[in-house]
């Protein structure tokens, strides 16, 4: 199985700032991954896919980069309604496997 | 824009079947372009992908659960299932049904999730 470690697994943060957070697989995925911000009883909303295309609707504020084994998503300027978990899916390889999320909190 | 929602028993005794439903609305799960997975969460732990099936009936699941877990689909209703056989307390987690592209196995919609607590 593929391994997807993700970091930071926990922030803290001001509205206004930008974050960064990171998966890193544990063998070449090329782009085949996605992230995902997930608030508490809601579903799981795709952010991002094939590791850097913004999925409709969502905001600019919210960017992905990488191939390979490392990636990243980048928040430019978070947002109250940002605070939340996100995570990383990589769908190269069954079993598709996720990155161990990053809580989002507000500092 | 397709939605997904989960539904069952929210307690199963151990040993017993964990049996899951998946309503898939706003599209057809007949649909070439789209197999239906189901993820789990326990409770402070990260996801893991179970498994997925296409509106014919090809399933292909993770091999830390294939011994317990048979997927079908009915097309008829727009539903899929999940059947985990000879459940324990390990099974105890959040519950997500899915929507994957049958060419890249991307994930893109989800359901909310239903809790399913394994307890005698």
């Known amino acids: 199985d593929i391994q997807m470690t993700q970091s930071p697994s926990s922030l803290s943060a001001s509205v206004g700032d930008g974050v960064t957070i990171t998966c890193r697989a544990s063998?070449?995925?090329?782009?085949?991954l996605g992230w995902y911000q997930h608030k508490p009883g809601q579903a799981p909303k795709r952010l991002i896919y094939?590791?850097?295309n913004l999925q409709s609707g969502v905001p600019s504020r919210f960017s992905g980069s990488g191939s390979g084994t490392e990636f990243t998503l980048t928040i430019s300027s978070l947002q109250p309604e940002d605070f939340a978990t996100y995570f990383c899916?990589?769908?190269?390889?069954?079993?598709?496997?996720f990155g161990g999320g990053t809580k989002v909190e507000i500092k | 824009q397709v939605q997904l929602q989960e539904s069952g028993p929210g307690l199963v005794k151990p040993s017993q079947t964990l049996s899951l439903t998946c309503t898939v609305s706003?599209?057809?799960?007949?649909?070439?372009?789209?197999?239906w997975s189901w993820v789990r969460q326990p409770a402070g732990k990260g996801l893991e992908w179970i498994g997925r099936?296409?509106?014919?009936?090809?399933?292909r699941y993770n091999p830390s659960l294939e011994s317990r877990v048979t997927m079908s689909a009915d097309a008829s209703k727009n539903q899929f299932y999940l059947k985990l056989r000879s459940v324990t307390a390990a099974d105890t987690a959040v519950y997500y049904c899915?929507?994957?592209?049958?060419?890249?196995?991307?994930?893109?919609?989800w359901g909310q999730g239903t809790l399913v607590t394994v307890s005698s």
């Open positions: 899915a929507r994957e592209h049958s060419t890249d196995w991307d994930l893109d919609y």
């Open positions: 706003g599209g057809s799960i007949s649909s070439d372009t789209y197999y």
């Open positions: 099936i296409n509106a014919s009936g090809s399933t």
């Open positions: 063998q070449g995925i090329r782009i085949d």
């Open positions: 094939a590791a850097s």
């Open positions: 899916l990589q769908h190269n390889s069954y079993p598709l496997t």
